[in-house]
């Protein structure tokens, strides 16, 4: 695997970083011991850059999304988004910190089934306090392709428009990282195809940095870098990867 390494740091050394893990551990009680579901994760993302994460089932990619996210804390290790580090911050500042500055899309959308489209995009900015922009939040229904669906409500969505909605909330706060877990998982390829092209226009367009979690070489080819976990730890990664290239690290991984 001459074009993975071990511990990858994918912005070169002194440049401003978007998203540093340092030495992230995460484990979880099980019964009997615990589960090692990050082991001294490293990784160091530019700012503008679209990172894919991949790996089996199990080796950790929703806990490696989730604590950069800052919505799950580390056992230990030190997770750094812009200039702030989200581990000395106390629970309440945390959640004001991740609703400025983070989007999060979720593989099962997690509307609020009693809200309509437009009171599930404006949720985040809601529950800090702040008002929406009319216009902002116009321009990203039409970009979505939700415009005049303002009033309806989860239930009368179907997964493409449901995912439609959880993007646009995302979004509206203009947040600097946008996380999204299999954000594709459970639609057709073609609604897939438009969902991540939305994703990465906006980010472009936003000045974003994009982490995607994904099973599917041909989405992990269009990222600018892949991340390849194994069993809790960051088994390699690609630069301009190739789909060739990713689906020959996934073979040599035994997948
Ligand atoms: N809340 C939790 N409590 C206990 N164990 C957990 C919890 N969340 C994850 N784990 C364990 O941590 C490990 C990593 O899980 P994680 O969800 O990060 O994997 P994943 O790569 O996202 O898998 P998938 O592709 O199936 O979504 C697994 O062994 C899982 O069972
Ligand atoms: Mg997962």
């Not at 994918?10 to 340092?22: D, I, K, N, S």
């Not at 589960?35 to 790996?55: I, K, N």
């Not at 809200?115 to 009319?134: I, K, Y």
Request: net charge neutral; hydrophobic share 45%; proline share 5%.
């Amino acid at each position: 695997m001459s074009a993975t390494v071990p511990a990858p740091s994918l912005a070169p050394p002194g440049t401003r970083t978007a998203v540093r893990l340092v030495q992230v551990r995460k484990t979880y009680p099980n019964g009997l011991g615990e589960t090692e579901a990050l082991r001294s994760v490293s990784v160091a993302l530019q700012p503008g850059s679209f990172t894919a994460v991949m790996g089996a089932s199990g080796s950790g990619k929703s806990t490696f999304l989730n604590c950069a996210a800052g919505l799950d804390t580390p056992t230990s290790g030190q997770v750094v988004i812009g200039d702030q580090d989200l581990t000395v911050l106390s629970a309440d500042a945390l959640t004001q910190f991740r609703r400025r500055h983070v989007g999060f899309v979720f593989q099962a959308y997690n509307l609020v089934g009693h809200l309509t489209v437009a009171e599930n995009v404006q949720l985040p900015l809601m529950l800090d306090g702040r008002r929406p922009d009319p216009a902002w939040q116009d321009h990203l229904m039409h970009a979505v392709g939700l415009a005049g669906m303002e009033d309806r409500r989860p239930g009368q969505l179907s997964g493409g428009q449901a995912q439609r909605v959880a993007i646009a909330r995302a979004l509206i706060t203009r947040p600097a990282v946008v996380f999204a877990d299999e954000p594709t998982g459970a639609l057709d390829s073609r609604t897939g195809d438009q969902i991540l092209d939305l994703l990465r226009s906006a980010a472009q367009s936003l000045g974003q940095t994009l982490v995607l979690v994904t099973h599917d070489a041909r989405v992990a080819a269009v990222a600018d870098q892949v991340l390849f976990l194994d069993d809790g730890r960051v088994s390699g990664h690609l630069q301009a990867p190739t789909v060739e290239q990713i689906a020959a690290v996934l073979l040599t991984a035994g997948r």
